[in-house]
Structures are given as C-alpha cells and as structure tokens.
C-alpha cells in the first residue's frame, strides 16, 4: 500500500523538469535547503519531499518496504503532473531512488546515489533499533550525530547547526522512523544494480563512517557506468554540509546530453 504525500510535506521550486531530492533515516526536507538554494541559482529546479513517517508526511502504521516508498514518491509525482525527472537521493533516500531507477526507469532522466548503499547492514541490528525507537522514542539516536552526519570540524564551527539536526531527529516519528528502519531491514538491490538505465553519479563523503568511499565505490562499480566522486572534507549529510559542491555536481550530472528519459520497453 502507498500513500500520497500532502501538500505541505513537498516544496517545490521553478519550472522545468525538476531535481527531486529524497533525504535520509531520520531527517526532514529540510536538509537540502542549502543545496535547493544552490541548485536555484544554477537555474535548476527543484522539488524536495519527506518521505513516509519524516517531517511533515504521513507515518501510517508499518509495515514498511522500500518499495512502498518508492510509490509515494511516484504517486506524488503523478499528483504534481511530474512524468519525469531528475532523481537525488541520499541514504534511505538513495534506497528509494535506486528503487525507482530499477522499477520506473521511463521516469528517470538521471540518478545521484547521496551516502547510500545496495544494502545497508544486517537484519538483524535494524529490527533491534526499530524495537528500541518504537519503545523509547528518537531522542537516544540524536547522540552520536557529531562525526557521523557532519564532521566533527563542521559541527565545532556551526553548533547551531548541530543542534538543529539533534532537533529534527527527536522530532521524527517514532513509528515512521520504525517502519523506515525495517524497511532498510530488508532492502537489497545489489542483484538488480545492473538494470540501472539513467545516467548515476555516486557521491560519498570521506568522513563518513556509515558509507565509506570503499563501499561507494564497490556501488557504483555495480551500476553501468557509473561516476563515483569521493567529496573531502565530508560526512554522511553531504547537503547540509557542502550544499554548493553537491548542488554543482547534481546540476552538471542531469544537464549533462547523456542524460535521458528512456521509452517505456526499453
């Protein structure tokens, strides 16, 4: 089952085919501020979600698969009379992506994998940390988030800008986040990485110790020719922060002529 995404749970900018922005595990949309900004002075425009459970959508009773998540994404697109465009997708949301690449590639034009993965752990550790949100809530996954989702140089110089994601991540649902965690549980796409069509970019943060280099760089070996660019300094939300960097390299990725809507059947 799948689900529309409100209104006030998508912010979209400009006109033209669109860079759809898709965040991580237990953020809001709000992480790609920064870099919608960017990609706007760039003339490139922009449609950011929350996905299921996250920010302002949803957080229906679970369970949760990536590719129900997928559908909302699709669903909202179809809703906004969007049949094509240019997907960014970070973590989870690089999961959600890749699915989306894989199922609807008519509605890809190009793909940039954000800190993602095939496949991301094992069940086991997924299922305990579902068990744990849904029992005590977020708060107890906000520490920790300095030197994993920024750098420690970059939270010491913007504390501000730490305790805005300790915030947001206390903020997230506890079932939302629960069903996401399951859904990552079960995904792996490491078998169908070769049915990618649109053009991929795989970026990675060297600081980050939840995707590192040597396993994006393992992703985007699997993914036909696929471009993969380590960014340093960096952790795992690479938009918050070096948003003009990643809004440069998503805009010359999908404006680039290899870029492409494939015909459906092909």
Same mark, same amino acid.
């Given at each position: 089952?799948?689900y529309?995404?409100?209104?006030?749970?998508?912010?979209r900018?400009?006109?033209g085919?669109?860079?759809v922005?898709?965040?991580?595990?237990g953020?809001?949309?709000?992480?790609?501020? !920064?870099t919608?900004?960017?990609?706007h002075?760039l003339?490139?425009?922009?449609i950011a979600?929350?996905l299921?459970?996250?920010?302002?959508?949803?957080?229906?009773?679970?369970p949760?698969?990536?590719?129900?998540?997928?559908a909302d994404v699709?669903?909202?697109l179809?809703r906004?009379?969007?049949?094509?465009?240019d997907?960014?997708?970070?973590?989870?949301?690089g999961?959600?992506? =890749?699915?989306?690449?894989? #199922?609807?590639?008519?509605r890809?034009?190009?793909?940039?994998?954000l800190s993602?993965?095939?496949?991301?752990?094992?069940?086991?550790?997924?299922?305990?940390?579902a068990l744990?949100?849904?029992e005590?809530?977020?708060a #107890?996954l906000?520490?920790?988030?300095?030197?994993?989702?920024?750098?420690h140089?970059y939270?010491?110089?913007?504390?501000?800008?730490?305790?805005?994601?300790? =915030?947001?991540? =206390?903020?997230?649902?506890r079932e939302g986040?629960?069903?996401?965690?399951?859904?990552?549980? =079960?995904?792996?796409s490491?078998?169908?990485?070769?049915?990618?069509?649109?053009?991929t970019?795989?970026?990675?943060?060297?600081?980050?110790p939840?995707?590192?280099p040597?396993?994006?760089?393992?992703?985007a070996?699997?993914?036909?020719?696929?471009?993969?660019?380590?960014?340093e300094?960096?952790?795992h939300?690479?938009?918050?922060?070096?948003p003009v960097l990643?809004?440069?390299?998503?805009a010359?990725?999908?404006?680039?002529? !290899?870029?492409y809507?494939?015909?459906?059947?092909?």
């Amino acid at each position: 089952m799948f689900y529309e995404l409100a209104n006030d749970a998508v912010l979209r900018f400009g006109t033209g085919r669109p860079v759809v922005l898709l965040g991580a595990l237990g953020s809001a949309r709000s992480i790609w501020d !920064s870099t919608a900004n960017a990609l706007h002075e760039l003339a490139v425009s922009t449609i950011a979600m929350d996905l299921r459970g996250h920010g302002d959508s949803p957080a229906p009773r679970g369970p949760y698969t990536v590719a129900a998540l997928a559908a909302d994404v699709l669903s909202t697109l179809d809703r906004l009379d969007v049949p094509h465009v240019d997907l960014a997708g970070l973590s989870l949301g690089g999961a959600v992506a =890749q699915q989306i690449a894989i #199922s609807a590639p008519e509605r890809v034009a190009s793909l940039t994998l954000l800190s993602t993965s095939s496949r991301f752990g094992n069940y086991e550790a997924w299922t305990e940390r579902a068990l744990l949100v849904r029992e005590s809530g977020t708060a #107890s996954l906000a520490e920790g988030l300095q030197g994993k989702w920024i750098t420690h140089e970059y939270a010491r110089r913007f504390p501000a800008t730490l305790d805005r994601l300790i =915030q947001m991540i =206390q903020d997230t649902d506890r079932e939302g986040y629960a069903g996401c965690a399951e859904a990552l549980a =079960q995904w792996d796409s490491t078998n169908h990485l070769s049915e990618i069509k649109a053009p991929t970019l795989v970026l990675g943060g060297v600081n980050d110790p939840s995707t590192d280099p040597e396993s994006l760089a393992l992703l985007a070996s699997r993914i036909p020719e696929a471009r993969h660019v380590v960014i340093e300094p960096g952790a795992h939300l690479l938009p918050v922060e070096r948003p003009v960097l990643v809004a440069t390299l998503i805009a010359e990725h999908a404006l680039t002529p !290899s870029a492409y809507v494939s015909e459906p059947g092909k």
